[in-house]
Structure formats: structure tokens, C-alpha cells
T-cell receptor, first 111, second 117 residues
Framework: LAKTTQPISMDSYEGQEVNITCSHN???????ITWYQQFPSQGPRFIIQ???TKVTNEVASLFIPADRKSSTLSLPRVSLSDTAVYYC????????????FGQGTELSVKP | NAGVTQTPKFRVLKTGQSMTLLCAQD?????MYWYRQDPGMGLRLIHY???????AKGEVPDGYNVSRLKKQNFLLGLESAAPSQTSVYFC????????????????FGPGTRLTVL
């Protein structure tokens, strides 16, 4: 099971681009990389997923290098409403195993 | 569609009491999950189910039991609550993409805040 490592917290200002990197050195061949966003007092919600290279949707972009041992979530021109915790999730588990969200990255966007 | 709903939203228990948390989903998802979230610990998987009538242990199953008698419902039980079980509990569901993994987009409920005194 791939263990992920992310920065605990990041600060940014409105209008800036924010990049959050997740390390997953022992990612398996079949593993997808998925990012979730969690606002206070809410459950996490899916924002983007990728396997390799670059994926973009209306919310974010996900950059994955060729070795797939890390990935970078990019949030363009953040606003105050992007203040949240962002989780990187990688792995497959069978009965008795673990799929670990980790502590996530707490992003604080300031005016 | 309501998505994933959880009942109750808040609950206070005394040590030793029992209770059941109910999770319901209306998306016809095969997989369902129960997580707990504690400050600084992220989300930890308690139990999960890959289909009606099946359950499996996650990372922190001790002190909890689950049942999936109907496809749309996943129940989490605490037989004898302890202060260490004070937490926010989240239920989630996802479609079947071959195996529980990060490939399965999970849809989360709003959470249940449980306090055990």
C-alpha cells in the first residue's frame, strides 16, 4: 500500500496559484492518484484523479511525472472559499488492509 | 437524489452505553465505508463493505461492529462506548471498479459528531 506524504499546512493569498505536492514513493503500477477537498464540518469531496501526465478539470489540475512517485495538485487563482484541507489518496486494499487518507494539507487563503 | 445521508448528526453518550449510526445512500453503490476523523489524524477507515451482506475490517475496527443487510444501508454499532471513541464519523460510498482503491471516487456523508463522556 502506497504511503503518502504531504505538507501539513500552506498559506496563500487570493488570486495566487497554489501547488500542493504529494509524495508516494512506493506507488504500485495499477494505482490511481486521487485528491479530495474537505471544508470544515463537511465530509471530503472528490476533486480530481489521474494516472499519469496531466489531468485538468473545472476545479484543478493534477500533474504526475513519468516516475509517478509524486503528484502536484494545482489550484489556479485561489479565493477565500478554497480554504480547506486537501487529501492525496493512493492505493488498493484487500480485506483487512488499509486505505489511508493521511493528515492532508490545510490550505489557508488570505485576502 | 440525497446522496449519502447519516443519522444522527450529533450524539452524546455515557461510557458503556451503546448506539448505532445509520448511513444510507441512494446512488445504488456497491461499496460503503465508515471512517473516523480525529484532530491531527486525518481520516481512518473503520470497516467497509463491498456488497450487501459483506463486511471487512479497516485500519481501526476494534470496538465497532457493522452490518450491511440492505445494499443502500450501512450500520455502525458501538456496543460499549468509550471516551476514546469520541470523534466525527463519516460514511462514504462508491461504485464497484474491481476492488476498493483510490480509483473509486468516494461520496461522503455530512458526518456524525459523537461525544462519549
Amino acid at each position: 500500500l502506497a504511503k503518502t506524504t504531504q505538507p501539513i499546512s500552506m498559506d496563500s493569498y487570493e488570486g495566487q496559484e497554489v501547488n500542493i505536492t504529494c509524495s508516494h514513493n512506493n506507488i504500485a503500477t495499477n494505482d490511481y492518484i486521487t485528491w479530495y477537498q474537505q471544508f470544515p464540518s463537511q465530509g471530503p469531496r472528490f476533486i480530481i484523479q489521474g494516472y499519469k501526465t496531466k489531468v485538468t478539470n473545472e476545479v484543478a489540475s493534477l500533474f504526475i511525472p513519468a516516475d509517478r512517485k509524486s503528484s502536484t495538485l494545482s489550484l489556479p487563482r485561489v479565493s477565500l472559499s478554497d480554504t480547506a484541507v486537501y487529501y492525496c489518496l493512493v492505493g488498493v486494499w484487500n480485506q483487512g488492509g488499509k486505505l489511508i487518507f493521511g493528515q492532508g494539507t490545510e490550505l489557508s487563503v488570505k485576502p | 437524489n440525497a446522496g449519502v445521508t447519516q443519522t444522527p448528526k450529533f450524539r452524546v453518550l455515557k461510557t458503556g452505553q451503546s448506539m448505532t449510526l445509520l448511513c444510507a445512500q441512494d446512488m445504488n453503490h456497491e461499496y460503503m465505508y465508515w471512517y473516523r476523523q480525529d484532530p491531527g489524524m486525518g481520516l481512518r477507515l473503520i470497516h467497509y463493505s463491498v456488497g450487501e451482506g459483506t463486511t471487512a475490517k479497516g485500519e481501526v475496527p476494534d470496538g465497532y461492529n457493522v452490518s450491511r443487510l440492505k445494499k443502500q444501508n450501512f450500520l455502525l454499532g458501538l456496543e460499549s462506548a468509550a471516551p476514546s471513541q469520541t470523534s466525527v464519523y463519516f460514511c462514504a460510498s462508491s461504485i464497484d471498479r474491481g476492488a476498493p482503491s483510490s480509483y473509486n471516487e468516494q461520496f461522503f456523508g455530512p458526518g456524525t459528531r459523537l461525544t462519549v463522556l
